[in-house]
């Protein structure tokens, strides 16, 4: 084998779930620095030039050009910089994801200057029309970088607190003894989330999180969820279902959903919860008969378990 076939055969051992694209968002990012680069060593009166005409549509003050090139060179030495690195990132970006991080630092540092310099300096519409190009591509830097990054084989020890405590406010404890075992309901859906990839266990991982600070954010608690007793993660929860914002609302009825299907499959539980298969067939019935009449939500409320 040449030694051509095993670097390839190396890198694309390397290669994580989002090469594929990223592979093509770095080399459209190369050949993008690359060609901006040129445009600016070539015609650099006729990059501020135009970038003037456009902000005039604006009402933006034109920037004045600049006689020397000293500016210029150290300019076109970062763009060279730049091009080079997303050029290095595109082969293999999930092995070479730490060249990632001075992509970004050096498109934040463009960035920011621009915008120090349009607060303090002058209004020029090349100031602004940097900040928001060279912030954006810093922030797809970052966000590449995190979605590269090593996958944890399942859910964190935090993680797996939140979804058991969020399981505990769900099927609460009847008298002394709880209905439902939390621990293995959050074996299960941890299990089910490892199945999709490995992506997948970090996505949850934030949605938990999210539902974790919903106390601290909204309800003007000074604990996160998991740590609060189980009689006011049952308020909490159940006041984020009936929010009317969709990011509050929705990530709670995505949970109930997972953790009621694991729970369900198990007939000492539905004998338990709702008393056998009967309540269950009893609410199918009434939703194909109102899928029969043409009838949309608002879908009658579960019955409260006593």
């Not at 034109?62 to 076109?76: E, I, K, M, Y």
């Not at 970004?104 to 621009?114: E, P, V």
């Not at 929010?243 to 995505?254: A, E, F, G, K, V």
Request: aromatic letters at 10%; a positive charge; charged letters at 15%.
């Amino acid at each position: 084998m040449r030694d051509s076939d095993v670097q390839v055969e190396r890198l694309g051992a390397a290669y994580g779930p989002l090469d594929p694209l990223l592979r093509f968002v770095y080399r459209v990012l190369g050949w993008t620095f690359a060609v901006v680069g040129a445009l600016f060593f070539l015609f650099p009166d006729g990059t501020i030039g135009a970038l003037n005409a456009a902000g005039s549509w604006l009402g933006f003050p034109p920037a004045p050009l600049t006689s020397h090139r000293f500016w210029l060179s150290l300019g076109v030495a970062y763009m060279a910089v730049v091009t080079a690195l997303a050029f290095l990132i595109a082969p293999a970006p999930t092995e070479r994801r730490l060249l990632m991080l001075p992509l970004a630092i050096g498109k934040a540092t463009s960035s920011l200057t621009c915008l120090w310099f349009f607060a303090t300096h002058a209004a020029h519409f090349i100031y602004l029309a940097n900040f928001l190009v060279d912030a954006s591509l810093a922030l797809l830097a970052c966000l590449t970088y995190a979605a590269t990054a090593p996958a944890p084989p399942g859910l964190s020890p935090r993680s797996r607190q939140i979804l058991q405590a969020i399981a505990e406010a769900l099927f609460p404890p009847s008298g002394q003894a709880a209905r439902v075992d939390a621990a293995p309901l959050v074996a299960e859906v941890e299990g089910q989330f490892r199945s999709f990839g490995p992506l997948a266990p970090r996505g949850f991982s934030i949605l938990l999180q999210w539902i974790d600070w919903n106390p601290v954010l909204f309800h003007s608690r000074s604990c996160r969820l998991r740590a609060l007793p189980w009689q006011e993660r049952v308020t909490i929860l159940e006041a984020m279902e009936e929010s009317r914002w969709m990011l509050r609302r929705q990530p709670i009825h995505i949970l109930k959903l997972l953790l009621g299907l694991h729970a369900f499959r198990r007939e000492e539980l539905r004998s338990s919860l709702l008393g056998g298969d009967s309540y269950l067939e009893q609410k199918l019935a009434e939703a194909r008969s109102r899928r029969a009449r043409g009838e949309k939500g608002p879908f009658p409320r579960a019955a409260v378990l006593s």
